[in-house]
Each structure stands twice: as C-alpha cells, then as structure tokens.
C-alpha cells in the first residue's frame, strides 16, 4: 500500500454531505442504527435549540487532503467554531 497518496477528494464531498445532512433535520439518511441514533440525539437537541460542535477526525494511511480537498472544506460554508475536520495520518496513531 502506498503512502504517497492524498486522502481522496471524493470522500471530502461525502463527508461534508453526511455533515450538511445532519443540520437537516427534513433528510432521511441511510446509517447504521449506531450513527442513526446519535444523528436522532443531535436534530433532537437541535430542535431545542442547541448549536451542536461536529469535530470530524479522519484518518489516511498516507498525506493529508490536498489543495482541492482544503478547497472543498473552504468552501463548505461551516463556521470553525461549528464544524471542525481534522486529519491524522495512522503513523501518528
């Protein structure tokens, strides 16, 4: 396996879609009942008001995102002080 290779594009896109959708409380999403349940609780406590944190860890056996990876993030339109996405590569594990 090579750890040459940026953490993919496409996965970025899907991973601010599963975030939009969770401010979305009008989405159906396809999840595990895991993932289901904690989406359930977080439009729960939306719906009372509360402004939910999402900081999102996401793992890579080789680099970062690259320039257009960062430029989807910018262009997400999350706030950093709603939505945060990290990366960290497995050596750091």
């Given at each position: 396996m090579?750890?040459?290779?940026?953490?993919?594009?496409?996965?970025?896109v899907?991973?601010?879609g599963?975030i939009?959708s969770i401010?979305?409380?009008?989405?159906?999403?396809?999840?595990?009942?895991?993932?289901?349940?904690?989406?359930a609780?977080i439009?729960?406590?939306?719906?009372?008001?509360?402004i939910p944190?999402?900081k999102?860890?996401c793992?890579?056996n080789g680099?970062?995102?690259?320039?257009?990876?960062?430029?989807?993030i910018?262009n997400s339109g999350f706030?950093?002080?709603?939505?945060?996405?990290?990366i960290?590569n497995?050596?750091l594990?």
């Open positions: 090579t750890t040459d290779a940026h953490f993919p594009e496409n996965a970025l899907r991973l601010i599963s939009r401010f979305d409380p009008s989405k159906e999403m396809t999840l595990n009942e895991t993932l289901k349940t904690k989406v609780e439009r729960s406590l939306m719906s009372e008001g509360y944190f999402i999102c860890v793992l890579s680099l970062a995102w690259n320039t257009q990876g960062q430029e989807q910018d706030s950093s002080d709603q939505v945060v996405l990290n960290t497995m050596t594990l």
